[in-house]
């Protein structure tokens, strides 16, 4: 029998394919955030929106290995400063995460928000900026669901940016805006660090930036 997880994996990949499950909210829950996965991690909705004088944003998207770990970071305008919002899930399919009430718990992910002053904002940008520095091109990388890695898209002066951060060919446990976003998080999912784990490859799937880096591409 295919496994809700499978299943998941493969509506996710049908709409790739047919670039037709555009993100347009929240992805908390597994049935949406299937069905606009890919159009999340590659801030199509961010770079629909960015135009010259409007808000930055920023979406951080790490895959620790995507059957252990999922966290995604919104960093939006507010009056005043900025919303930073959390998403994160440890292991998919924890069968103790499983109730009649909520069938689909196992595959959520948690939530939380925080308001960030100005100067906070700020410093998670910069220090985007020098992560971004040391990263090698993004465009035509080949990404595997059982690598880790980050992906990050944002809007900065009404400029769409695209960066990859992959391990082992970058240290990305210690890129400059991760203890950032982890010390503004509060959803209580431990952060999964990268080390090598074997008999991952199975239930695998890619994902491929376009030729031009400044998205994903459809195959």
């Known amino acids: 029998m295919q496994s809700i997880g499978s299943w998941l994996r493969g509506i996710a990949f049908m709409c790739l394919t047919l670039t037709s499950c555009a993100y347009t909210g929240d992805n908390g829950n597994p049935i949406e955030r299937s069905l606009s996965w890919y159009s999340y991690i590659g801030g199509e909705d961010i770079r629909a929106a960015c135009r010259a004088g409007g808000p930055d944003r920023y979406r951080f998207v790490y895959n620790g290995n995507y059957e252990l770990q999922i966290r995604a970071y919104d960093l939006t305008p507010i009056l005043d400063g900025a919303e930073l919002t959390a998403r994160a899930r440890g292991r998919s399919g924890q069968i103790n995460q499983f109730s009649f009430d909520e069938p689909f718990g196992p595959w ?21 900026g020098t992560a971004a520095a040391a990263a090698p091109p993004a465009a035509g990388q080949s990404l595997q669901s059982y690598e880790f890695y980050w992906i990050v898209t944002g809007c900065s002066g009404g400029q769409f940016g695209l960066w990859i951060f992959r391990w082992p060919k970058m240290d990305i446990d210690n890129l400059a805006f991760v203890p950032l976003l982890l010390e503004h998080d509060s959803t209580g999912v431990p952060f999964q660090k990268t080390r090598q784990i074997e008999g991952m490859k199975a239930n695998a799937f890619g994902i491929k930036i376009n030729d031009a880096g400044d998205g994903l591409a459809t195959w």
Do not use: D, H, K, P
């Open 108 to 128: 959520s992910l948690q939530r939380a928000s925080v308001a960030l002053s100005n100067a906070e904002a700020s410093q998670i940008a910069t220090a985007l």
